[in-house]
């Protein structure tokens, strides 16, 4: 939101200069030729429209466009360059709440907010974390899509583990997540939530809990950070403590989404 002064009817040839306005808890972004400068100068070389963009301006603990609250300032961080095009981190108001359930055993334990990381399905792949939870949420769901193994066993006299597998884990219950959903069952994936790496989850823990803001629980939040096939980092939020558990463990989902 803002204004635009200094339009108006010229001579061919003649030279005036535009300014960008922006109101009160805005900031200019550029012109729609990509110009960035808020007052500049033009010659008049024919019809010519120039319109000015302006991006609302957040702090941190501020509600941000989705309903949640925003821990990141991207710019203020000196993280431009890594989370371009986004310019805030925001986090969801409350942990994904969702039924648990074994596929093929027909058993579910409904009504919680513990979930599992989750093992792979007989897929074996090399471990190369991001400091971008987007990008690890993306690659995990591209590994166990709907079926997460609950528990990694081949063990002679043991259950399969191919039969113990959910839909239901951390990564995927952040990339189907809906908002205000009383169930959040898993739609289908958008590119919109994803489950926070370590660095941003310890973001998250610093700017909200340490000030008593997003309403969170004292227990191990899952990051989507992997140590290796078998464990996967998390952090406990009555003190900051960072761990790595293994992926059948159940801890607290809190999805978060880069805003542009």
């Not at 925003?70 to 942990?95: H, M």
């Amino acid at each position: 939101m803002g204004t635009v002064s200094g339009g108006g009817t010229y001579f061919t040839g003649e030279t005036t200069t535009i300014i960008a306005t922006p109101a009160d808890g805005y900031r200019f972004v550029q012109w729609n030729d990509g110009n960035t400068e808020a007052s500049r100068q033009i010659r008049n070389l024919g019809t010519t429209n120039f319109t000015a963009y302006f991006d609302k301006i957040y702090n941190v603990g501020d509600i941000g466009p989705s309903g949640g609250i925003i821990f990141v300032d991207i710019e203020e961080k000196g993280w431009t360059e890594r989370y371009s095009p986004y310019k805030y981190l925001e986090v969801a108001q409350a942990d994904v709440y969702a039924l648990f359930s074994l596929y093929k055993e027909g058993s579910y334990n409904p009504n919680t907010y513990n979930h599992v990381f989750g093992y792979y399905k007989g897929y074996d792949r090399d471990i190369n974390p991001s400091l971008l939870g987007q990008v690890n949420t993306k690659n995990l769901y591209n590994v166990m899509k709907n079926e997460a193994v609950l528990i990694y066993t081949t063990e002679p006299g043991l259950v399969p583990y191919e039969y113990l597998y959910t839909p239901y884990y951390a990564a995927n219950l952040c990339f189907g997540y809906v908002p205000n959903d009383d169930d959040n069952i898993i739609s289908s994936p958008a590119d919109y939530w994803f489950l926070p790496s370590r660095a941003e989850l310890a973001e998250m823990y610093n700017a909200l809990k340490l000030n008593g803001l997003g309403d969170f629980s004292d227990e191990y939040y899952w990051s989507s950070t992997e140590y290796t096939d078998l464990t996967a980092f998390a952090l406990r939020f009555s003190d900051g403590n960072v761990t790595y558990s293994g992926k059948n463990e159940r801890y607290r989902v809190r999805p978060i989404r880069g805003i542009k």
